[in-house]
Structure formats: structure tokens, C-alpha cells
């Protein structure tokens, strides 16, 4: 399958901080997703990027679709404790169904 | 809101045991997937289904097989499990259109003894 490759892996950052993570890929994808897991969950549905250059906010997150295709950013401003939890980045190629392939996740702590 | 149920939070079962992990969506979609996610390695595609009674191989479909009779139903199955089999597995659904998200389950945690 496809290799997503984020980073960071983990993050321990003081609470107010601000956080950036990103997604890269060999291949040129038409959709990025970004998506929270929270521990004993599933993945929930953060930001949904379909134009490259596209800059999205929801809230404190903002991301962006990487002019290239084959990137992803992800920033979070001013980080809370809730915001604890894995950050997944999702891609689907052009020309394909609707399969989605994942990044690794980046674990975020908040430490108050 | 779309919703997505799994049968089992967690769940615990013997080597060579047969296991059924149900999936369940309430928002007519068209298209599920099954994944197990495991540290370091991401969500990673089972199989998936576009259809009743269609059914499509992931990236790691060996020692896994899937059943969809109601669009609303997708059912993973372990024939005979295996230690090597235990994580952590998300089902998602999806409606069929071509940007759009899937949304996933809470998840069901397997240990395989």
C-alpha cells in the first residue's frame, strides 16, 4: 500500500504552546484528511482538504493542503489539555475508488 | 450524525478460535472498511466493501475474511486466530462519493491468548 510518512512521531509540549505536524507522500493525492483519535476511541473527522493550496480552520486547527500534492500540514495554536491524543493524516490518490491510506499518528501530550 | 457501532470494546480469545467482530452503520453509506491499527504502523486497510454482498482485499487481507448481506452490516472474521492477530480494529463507513470522508467506530481492542 501506500506510505504516508508524518512527523513528528510524539510531541510533549507545555500547555499554550503552539503545534505543528505534517504529512508526506511520494505520490500526488486529491484529498487529505486529518482526524483525532482519543485513547479507547475511534478516529474522528477533524479537517477535510480537497484543493491543493487549500488552507482550512476548525476553530484553534488550521491545515493545508500542500501545493505539491504530496503534502499535508496540520497546526494547532494555543494547545489545552483536551487537545491529548493521536493525530492521524489520511490521503486518497487520484484515479482510485475511495480508499484512504493513513499516516502512523502523531501522539500529542499537553503537559498543564 | 452518522453512526458507526462495533459489537465488542474488547475483546479476548483463544488461539485457533473463530471470531466473529460486527460492524454496524445507521446512515444508508454505501462503502466500509474494516482496518487494524498497531503502534508505529497506522491504520492499515483489511478489506472493504462497496456493496451487499461485494468485498474487496486490502493491503492485509491474509487471515482475514469479511461478509456484508445488509448494506448496513459489515462482519470481519478471523477463521482460526492468531497471537500476531491481536490489536487494536476500526470499522468506517463512507458515503460513495468521490471526496468524501469516512467515519469510524469506537473501535474493538482483540487479545488473542
Known amino acids: 500500500g501506500q506510505q504516508l510518512n508524518q512527523s513528528p512521531q510524539s510531541m510533549f509540549i507545555q500547555e499554550g504552546e503552539d503545534v505543528s505536524m505534517n504529512c508526506t507522500s511520494s505520490?500526488?493525492?486529491?484529498?487529505w484528511l486529518w482526524y483525532k483519535q482519543e485513547p479507547g476511541e475511534g478516529p474522528v473527522l477533524l479537517i477535510a482538504?480537497?484543493?491543493?493550496?487549500e488552507l482550512t480552520s476548525n476553530g484553534r486547527l488550521t491545515a493545508q493542503f500542500g501545493i505539491t500534492r504530496k503534502d499535508s500540514f496540520l497546526n494547532i495554536s494555543a494547545s489545552i489539555p483536551s487537545d491529548v491524543g493521536i493525530y492521524f493524516c489520511?490521503?486518497?490518490?487520484?484515479?482510485?475508488?475511495?480508499?484512504?491510506?493513513f499516516g502512523t499518528g502523531t501522539s500529542l501530550t499537553v503537559i498543564p | 450524525d452518522v453512526k458507526v457501532t462495533q459489537s465488542s470494546r474488547y475483546l479476548v480469545k483463544r488461539t485457533g478460535e473463530k471470531v466473529f467482530l460486527e460492524c454496524v452503520q445507521d446512515m444508508d453509506h454505501e462503502n466500509m472498511f474494516w482496518y487494524r491499527q498497531d503502534p508505529g504502523l497506522g491504520l492499515r486497510l483489511i478489506y472493504f466493501?462497496?456493496?451487499?454482498?461485494?468485498?474487496e482485499k486490502g493491503d492485509i487481507p491474509e487471515g482475514y475474511s469479511v461478509s456484508r448481506e445488509k448494506k448496513e452490516r459489515f462482519s470481519l472474521i478471523l477463521e482460526s486466530a492468531s497471537t500476531n492477530q491481536t490489536s487494536m480494529y476500526l470499522c468506517?463507513?463512507?458515503?460513495?462519493?468521490?471526496?468524501?470522508?469516512?467515519?469510524f467506530g469506537p473501535g474493538t481492542r482483540l487479545t488473542v491468548l
Open positions: 489520511a490521503g486518497q490518490l487520484r484515479h482510485t475508488g475511495n480508499q484512504f491510506y
Open positions: 466493501s462497496y456493496d451487499v454482498k461485494m468485498k
Open positions: 482538504l480537497y484543493k491543493a493550496g
Open positions: 468506517a463507513s463512507q458515503e460513495n462519493l468521490p471526496y468524501n470522508e469516512q467515519f
Open positions: 505520490s500526488i493525492f486529491n484529498t
